[in-house]
């Protein structure tokens, strides 16, 4: 079992910034797929971010030039800077990791953020 632990959430005004925080068991994130998903009130789970085990980060078109994936290996931390925020970026933040290998799938409880306007 991988436990994952969000933290960094908050409540900020349009056009700030934030930082989240994914703490993880050694080596997890050095050799997982490591991702930060969002689900808004009333919408379904999409995917904002992920860096693989290689260091290559993909994101979703509503958030490329305003967040930035990155991840600590030795710290076994990922990070998602969140700048110019939007009221449409309010979302319970979920940080993913996924093991390519085995397919298994881990999630953190959630960290909320609210945006507003």
């Known amino acids: 079992q991988v436990e994952l632990a969000e933290s960094g959430g908050g409540l900020v005004q349009a056009g700030g910034s934030l930082r989240l925080s994914c703490a993880a068991p050694a080596s997890t994130v050095s050799l997982a797929d490591m991702g930060w998903y969002r689900q808004a009130p009333g919408k379904q789970l999409e995917l904002v971010a992920v860096?693989?085990?290689?260091?290559?980060?993909n994101y979703a078109d509503s958030v490329k030039g305003r967040f930035t994936i990155s991840r600590a290996n030795a710290k076994n931390q990922v990070y998602l800077q969140m700048n110019s925020l939007k009221p449409e970026d309010t979302a319970v933040y979920y940080c993913?990791?996924?093991?390519?290998?085995?397919?298994?799938?881990?999630w953190g409880q959630g960290t909320q953020v609210t945006v507003s306007s």
């Open positions: 860096i693989d085990s290689g260091g290559s980060a």
């Open positions: 993913n990791a996924y093991f390519t290998l085995t397919k298994s799938n881990y």
